[in-house]
């Protein structure tokens, strides 16, 4: 089982900008970032396919965030800036261990994930 782990989470002020990183023991096809606010649920994020070519970016974040993939390392990053503070989540990496015709924003086919990493930010 390939395990997924994210690094990077923490305290912003509004405005300000977080990294966001995810090491796969091995390396994964599509991969993306997921996030759930207390009370909410998960939302899709971003999310980068095998060789990083296609992405998508959900509404609320596009031109803000950007994921990006290293295969030589089996990593997958997000970066976030202009931070708000309906951003504040726990933010997850998710990624498939095949090959799937799903579109990228497909969350039912994703089936490794990661635990889970806190952003927090503040007005």
């Known amino acids: 089982q390939i395990q997924l782990v994210e690094s990077g989470g923490g305290l912003v002020q509004t405005g300000g900008s977080l990294t966001l990183a995810c090491a796969a023991s091995?390396?994964?096809?599509?991969a993306g970032w997921f996030r759930q606010a207390p009370g909410k649920e998960r939302e899709i994020v971003a999310a980068?396919?095998?060789?990083?070519?296609?992405?998508y970016y959900a509404n609320s974040v596009k031109g803000r965030f950007a994921i990006s993939r290293d295969n030589a390392k089996n990593t997958v990053s997000l970066r976030m800036t202009n931070l708000k503070v309906e951003d504040t989540a726990v933010y997850f990496c998710a990624a498939r261990s095949v090959l799937l015709p799903d579109a990228l924003d497909q969350t039912s086919a994703y089936d490794l994930w990661g635990q889970g990493t806190q952003v927090t930010v503040s007005s």
């Open positions: 091995e390396r994964t096809k599509a």
């Open positions: 980068i396919n095998w060789n990083g070519v296609h992405t």
